[in-house]
Each structure stands twice: as structure tokens, then as C-alpha cells.
């Protein structure tokens, strides 16, 4: 059993998720949060935010090349992002699964994007890609106090460990 908890330690990971401004104004806060809640990971902070244009610029710094990137960081900062922290094993390639393609056109129906959006440009979310990024953004987006570790009543069924 130790075994278990101590694999279940290693693999727990955080990633950044944020529901862009589309996806607030459409009113799919509830929505999103859910397919996370439901698959079982776990919340550890939450924020609303408008982000200044510097702010935008600063979260999309790898695609300051792209012709799109101007666009993409007015639009960010132009209503209220809502930030999130998910916990769990495997979260920054299965919040990614979760979340779809890039191009809603090519993602799978049962993926947030795939379901809920129609074009690259207003694609209403978020999430890390990888490790590292998944640092750097709860870094940015997060001051340290703001992400709570707590043991969710819910944990123990969903990993089958104590
Ligand atoms: P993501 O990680 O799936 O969000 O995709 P990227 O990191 O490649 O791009 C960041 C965001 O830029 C995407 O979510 C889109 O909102 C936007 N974006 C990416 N590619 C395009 C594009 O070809 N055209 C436009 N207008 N926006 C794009
Ligand atoms: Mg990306």
C-alpha cells in the first residue's frame, strides 16, 4: 500500500486551464469547470481577471512570431479570463485531451473545443502544454498562497488509495 501512495505522490501534477474571454461571456464557466470536476481531478485555485495587454503578451510570449499574436493578446485582454489550477495524475496531457485540437473544425466531438467552439480565433480555452509551461503559467498567472493543498474527500475513490 505504501508503494501505491508514494506512485500516487510522484504522479500528481498542476496545470494552468483558463476559460477565455469568449467562453465567459458565452456563459460556460459551469460547464467547463465540470468535465474537469467530473473526470476527478481537482481545483486548487481559481481567479477572474482582465489581463493588460502586457499581461497577454507575456502568457503567449512563444507565439510572439505568429501573425496572429497581436490579435490573440488584444483579445485575451479585452474581458474577464477565468484562471484556474487543476491537480491530478496525469493532468497536463489529459487536461489537453480534454480541452481538443486547436482548430475546434478538428477537434473530436466529447472535447470542450470539439463541443462547445467553432473557430481557431475563439476557441474559449486554455491549457498548458507540457511541464514546464504548466509551471511557468501557475507562476504567472498565481502568486504561491493562492493555490491550496488540501486532500479531497473524493481522492480516495478516485485513485483507489488512502
Ligand atoms: P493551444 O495551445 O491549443 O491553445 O494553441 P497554440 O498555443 O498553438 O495557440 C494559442 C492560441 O492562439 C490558440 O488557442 C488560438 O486561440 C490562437 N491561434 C492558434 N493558431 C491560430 C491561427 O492560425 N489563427 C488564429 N486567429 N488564432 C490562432
Ligand atoms: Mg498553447
Given amino acids: 500500500?505504501?508503494?501505491?501512495?508514494?506512485?500516487?505522490?510522484?504522479?500528481?501534477?498542476?496545470?494552468?486551464?483558463?476559460?477565455?474571454?469568449?467562453g465567459v461571456q458565452r456563459g460556460l464557466i459551469?460547464?467547463?469547470?465540470?468535465?474537469?470536476?467530473?473526470k476527478g481531478f481537482k481545483l486548487v485555485a481559481i481567479k477572474i481577471v482582465v489581463p493588460s495587454k502586457d499581461f497577454a503578451k507575456k502568457h503567449y510570449h512563444d507565439l510572439k512570431e505568429r501573425p496572429f499574436f497581436n490579435g490573440l493578446c488584444d483579445f485575451l485582454s479585452s474581458g474577464p479570463v477565468f484562471a484556474m489550477?487543476?491537480?491530478?495524475?496525469?493532468?497536463?496531457k489529459y487536461g489537453r485531451k480534454l480541452i481538443g485540437a486547436t482548430d475546434p473544425q478538428k477537434s473530436e466531438p466529447g472535447t470542450i473545443r470539439g463541443d462547445l467552439?467553432?473557430?481557431?480565433?475563439?476557441?474559449?480555452?486554455?491549457?498548458?502544454?507540457?511541464?514546464?509551461?504548466?509551471?511557468?503559467?501557475?507562476?504567472?498567472?498565481?502568486?504561491?498562497?493562492e493555490l491550496v493543498s488540501y486532500t479531497?474527500?473524493?481522492?480516495?475513490?478516485?485513485?483507489?488509495?488512502?
Fill in 1 to 22: 500500500m505504501l508503494q501505491e501512495q508514494e506512485a500516487h505522490a510522484a504522479e500528481m501534477e498542476r496545470t494552468f486551464i483558463a476559460i477565455k474571454p469568449d
Fill in 30 to 38: 459551469s460547464e467547463i469547470i465540470s468535465r474537469f470536476e467530473q
Fill in 117 to 145: 467552439a467553432v473557430v481557431v480565433g475563439r476557441n474559449i480555452i486554455h491549457g498548458s502544454d507540457g511541464p514546464e509551461t504548466a509551471k511557468d503559467e501557475i507562476g504567472l498567472w498565481f502568486k504561491p498562497e
Fill in 85 to 92: 489550477v487543476w491537480e491530478g495524475e496525469g493532468v497536463i
Fill in 152 to 162: 479531497s474527500n473524493a481522492e480516495k475513490w478516485v485513485y483507489g488509495v488512502n
